[in-house]
């Protein structure tokens, strides 16, 4: 069992940055790969940024590679994993969630378990 956590979203000007941040309880994070997706107003849950159990492959959504970089910290004091967000657009505007999965690379069907999200909004 994971039990997940996020943070770190907030208002931002366009071209501002922001670092989201997961916390992960449970012995078991290591085992899992972990990512980011998002839901913004009235769309689907979709995929952002993936992560491998070891840290050591990442992927990501076309629409953010080169803005948004993905890593985990597997240390059992903290067990997080990290969003950083540069270059934010008015359309990165959503809740965005953390997840853990079995599967890499991720999709959003093969979650097996989710944090409640943290909401990012960027003003034009």
């Known amino acids: 069992q994971v039990q997940l956590v996020e943070s770190g979203g907030g208002l931002v000007q366009a071209g501002g940055s922001l670092r989201l941040s997961c916390a992960a309880s449970?012995?078991?994070?290591?085992?899992?790969?972990m990512g980011w997706f998002r839901q913004g107003p009235g769309n689907e849950r979709l995929f952002v940024a993936g992560?491998?159990?070891?840290?050591?492959?990442?992927?990501?959504a076309d629409s953010v590679k080169g803005r948004l970089t993905i890593s985990r910290d597997n240390d059992k004091g903290t067990a997080t994993t990290y969003l950083q967000m540069n270059g934010l657009k008015p359309e990165d505007t959503a809740i965005y969630y953390c997840?853990?999965?079995?599967?890499?690379?991720?999709?959003?069907?093969?979650?097996?378990?989710w944090g409640k999200g943290t909401l990012v909004t960027v003003s034009s």
């Open positions: 992560i491998s159990l070891s840290g050591s492959s990442t992927h990501y």
């Open positions: 449970g012995r078991t994070f290591s085992r899992y790969h």
């Open positions: 997840g853990a999965s079995s599967f890499y690379p991720l999709t959003r069907n093969a979650v097996n378990y």
